[in-house]
C-alpha cells in the first residue's frame, strides 16, 4: 500500500517568509510525528499526534513552529518568519497505533535563503 | 532525559564478514529500542525493533540486533556483510514516560561494505 508522503520535496525561500509542509500519512494510522534532521545528525523530535490531539510538541524549537492534523489525517508543519537556521530535511512518520512501529516519508528538504 | 550513543561515525567492513554497528543508550525505565536504515536520497526504514522478551531480535534483510540490558545496549549485527547493506544506520530509543512515542535517535553510523 501506499506509505507516508511529504510535499514539497524540495523548498527553497527567502528570510521572512512563511512555509507550510504537508504529511499524508498511511491511511488509518492514528499517530503522526514530526522530526526534523540536519546534515550527518539524526533525526530530531519536534512533536507528535494521536488523531487530531496534538499530544506533544515539547520539541518544538520556538513559537514560530506550529503543526496542526485537524481531522485527524493530514498533517501541516508550519514555519513563520523563516530564518537561515530552520533550513533542514523535515521529516514526518506515521504508526497504525499508539507506539507502534514509526514508517517514514521521504521528507522535505527545506532551504532558507 | 534520555539519549542514544553511536560511537562510531563509520564502520567498515568487507563483503562476507560478520559486521556490528554499536549503540547505547540511557533511558529511565524499559524503553523500546530500534534500527532504521538510510539510503542516500531515501526516507528512514525500520530494520527491527525490541519491546520485551528474547534478547536477540531479528529484523529485515537478515539484520539482528541483540538486547543487553546490564551494558545499555542493543548492537546491530549480521553474520555476513553485502555491499548492498552499505548505508547510514540509526539506533532510536524511545522511554515508557510519554507512552512509548517520543523517540530519540543516535547521530547514525556509515556502514561502508567493501567488495
Known amino acids: 500500500g501506499a506509505g507516508v508522503s511529504q510535499s514539497p520535496r524540495y523548498k527553497v525561500t527567502k528570510r521572512g517568509q512563511d512555509v507550510a509542509l504537508r504529511c499524508d500519512p498511511i491511511s488509518g494510522h492514528v499517530s503522526l510525528y514530526w522530526y526534523r534532521q540536519a546534515l550527518g545528525q539524526g533525526p530530531e523530535f519536534l512533536t507528535y499526534f494521536n488523531y487530531e490531539a496534538q499530544q506533544d510538541k515539547s520539541g518544538l524549537p520556538n513559537d514560530r513552529f506550529s503543526a496542526e492534523r485537524p481531522e485527524g489525517s493530514i498533517s501541516t508543519l508550519t514555519i513563520q518568519r523563516t530564518e537561515q537556521r530552520d533550513s533542514a530535511m523535515y521529516r514526518c512518520?506515521?504508526?497504525?497505533?499508539?507506539?507502534?512501529?514509526?514508517?517514514f516519508g521521504p521528507g522535505t528538504r527545506l532551504t532558507v535563503l | 532525559a534520555q539519549s542514544v550513543a553511536q560511537p562510531e561515525d563509520q564502520v567498515n567492513v568487507a563483503e562476507g564478514n560478520p559486521l556490528t554497528v554499536k549503540c547505547t543508550y540511557s533511558v529511565s525505565g524499559n524503553p523500546y529500542l530500534f534500527w532504521y536504515v538510510q539510503y542516500p536520497n531515501r526516507g528512514l526504514q525500520f530494520l527491527l525493533k525490541?519491546?520485551?522478551?528474547?534478547?536477540l531480535v531479528k529484523g529485515s534483510y537478515g539484520f539482528e540486533a541483540e538486547f543487553n540490558k546490564s551494558q545499555t545496549s542493543f548492537h546491530l549485527k549480521k553474520p555476513s556483510a553485502l555491499v548492498s547493506d552499505s548505508a547510514l544506520y540509526f539506533c532510536?530509543?524511545?522511554?515508557?514516560?510519554?507512552?512509548?512515542?517520543?523517540?530519540?535517535f543516535g547521530t547514525g553510523t556509515k556502514l561502508q561494505v567493501i567488495p
Open positions: 532510536a530509543v524511545s522511554p515508557p514516560s510519554g507512552g512509548y512515542q517520543k523517540v530519540t
Open positions: 512518520a506515521s504508526s497504525a497505533r499508539a507506539a507502534d512501529t514509526q514508517y
Open positions: 525490541y519491546i520485551t522478551g528474547d534478547n
